[in-house]
């Protein structure tokens, strides 16, 4: 039977703890991201030090700090195009805290900077109040894009991180450019982003660059303070500009750019067709509702602020593909494992603009019914392509597993019995692909005093 005054009663008492619930939210929220990842980690992760990890910090943080030259100019580097930055930041603590220099530690790190990005956007999706009704369908993309294994390079070396900042610092520049376009201490923030982003890979120009579309719509749209938009977007210029010209040349990489359209143009489309392996033509309803969406909602002048935010991470993401398919164009045979990360923002967008379509056109049946199947087209093509390839994610992890125990194997041979010919293996069974410059970086008391200890086997290098 109803009763009127315990609905109401248990409504008051929903009220008074709502800010609790709001934190337990949270706090379940980012726990479905960490656990899983974690959970990754702790079961094909190693302490190792992996690749460009002895070059970016080992040799620019973690030796300079034992031997007692360490600078901090060290910090930024040229590392191939990039800076790494707050990369080498948390090298540098989780090297301080422990005293050990361990892949795994930084690794562990990199699951929390990992869970920021999808935690500020449901955080800033409530706060909003963008979250209700079919928007909730958000929600799965979201978490299937940082749980899910694709990017288990990104998981298992803790020299990725810098990935995680990039979309962090994407989507925080964007979130303070749309809701404070005329804000100057929130410009201050997206400039100082900027510079981060810039400081983390060669892709951080993106970050400005996009931020000036998003004050140049407010100055065309909404008719903001003009004089005001040209001096944050010279700014913002400034510092694209700045940073394009602190991009290193390295030697040998022109190797891997597209050498002429059809590579670029068949890496673009392989890009666009992820999480699909072979059928290009699934980049059609991958992308679709954000093609769609955007023009629609221009033109009958529902174009929200959260409608830009989501723009801007979707042209973020189509300047990561372009980039991508220029600069590692060449016999591009599949999406490496790194770059997919890179994907993310721009797929949340395009179920965020699924949704928005269905919600705009809710009145007219006919359209709502062809916009309810151009968004179940892209729920289902996205649903399926990870589906298919979720096991070979996984074998692909055990793969890595095996792979750096045979390097960690190798290294405690060579300690073990101090016969070079431990390290005469194959680029891939070693922890550095220059086998001489890894015997003597091995040899120094240093690197012997701070590496994880594997005397014991590959168990206790965890």
Request: glycine share 4%; net charge positive; aromatic share 16%.
């Amino acid at each position: 039977m109803y009763n009127k005054d315990f609905q109401l009663k248990w409504r008051q008492q929903i009220e008074e703890h709502k800010e609790i619930l709001n934190a337990l939210f949270y706090v379940i929220f980012a726990a479905v991201i960490i656990i899983p990842r974690w959970w990754y980690l702790q079961k094909y992760g190693l302490s190792f030090p992996f690749w460009d990890q002895w070059d970016a910090e080992g040799e620019d943080v973690v030796r300079p700090l034992v031997e007692g030259r360490f600078k901090i100019s060290n910090l930024w580097l040229a590392h191939n195009e990039h800076r790494v930055f707050p990369t080498r930041i948390v090298t540098l603590l989780c090297f301080k805290l422990t005293g050990v220099w361990s892949n795994l530690n930084e690794a562990r790190v990199n699951v929390f900077i990992a869970a920021l990005t999808p935690v500020f956007l449901v955080w800033l999706m409530r706060f909003k109040n963008e979250l209700y009704g079919l928007r909730w369908l958000v929600l799965p993309i979201i978490i299937s894009q940082f749980v899910l294994p694709f990017g288990w390079e990104n998981i298992l070396v803790g020299f990725q991180s810098q990935f995680f900042f990039l979309m962090f610092f994407a989507l925080s520049g964007f979130t303070l450019a749309t809701f404070k376009p005329e804000n100057v201490w929130a410009f201050t923030g997206v400039i100082s982003l900027s510079i981060l982003s810039i400081l983390t890979m060669a892709s951080g120009v993106l970050l400005p660059l996009i931020a000036c579309g998003i004050y140049i719509f407010h100055s065309i749209v909404d008719r903001r303070n003009y004089l005001l938009t040209l001096v944050f977007v010279l700014l913002l210029l400034v510092v694209a500009v700045t940073g394009y010209q602190m991009v290193s040349h390295v030697d040998g990489h022109e190797r891997l750019h597209a050498t002429d359209f059809n590579q670029f143009f068949d890496g673009f489309t392989r890009m666009l067709s992820w999480p699909s392996r072979l059928n290009r033509w699934l980049a059609v309803p991958l992308w679709l509702p954000v093609f769609i969406g955007i023009p629609i909602l221009l033109i009958r002048k529902s174009f929200t602020g959260f409608d830009l935010l989501m723009t801007a991470c979707f042209a973020w993401t189509m300047a990561q593909v372009l980039a991508i398919s220029y600069g590692r164009g060449h016999e591009l045979a599949q999406v490496t494992s790194r770059y997919r990360d890179l994907l993310t923002l721009g797929l949340i967008s395009v179920s965020w603009f699924s949704v928005r379509l269905l919600d705009e056109f809710q009145r007219n049946a006919r359209v709502w019914v062809l916009m309810f199947a151009v968004g179940l087209s892209f729920y289902i093509t996205l649903y399926k392509a990870h589906k298919l390839r979720f096991a070979d994610d996984v074998i692909d992890m055990k793969n890595q597993y095996a792979l750096m125990s045979l390097e960690v194997s190798n290294v405690a041979a060579y300690y073990k019995t101090h016969d070079k010919s431990a390290l005469d293996k194959p680029r891939f069974e070693i922890p550095y692909p220059d086998k001489e410059r890894l015997q003597q970086m091995l040899d120094l008391k240093t690197y012997q005093s701070v590496l994880p200890k594997i005397d014991k086997g590959i168990k206790n290098n965890k």
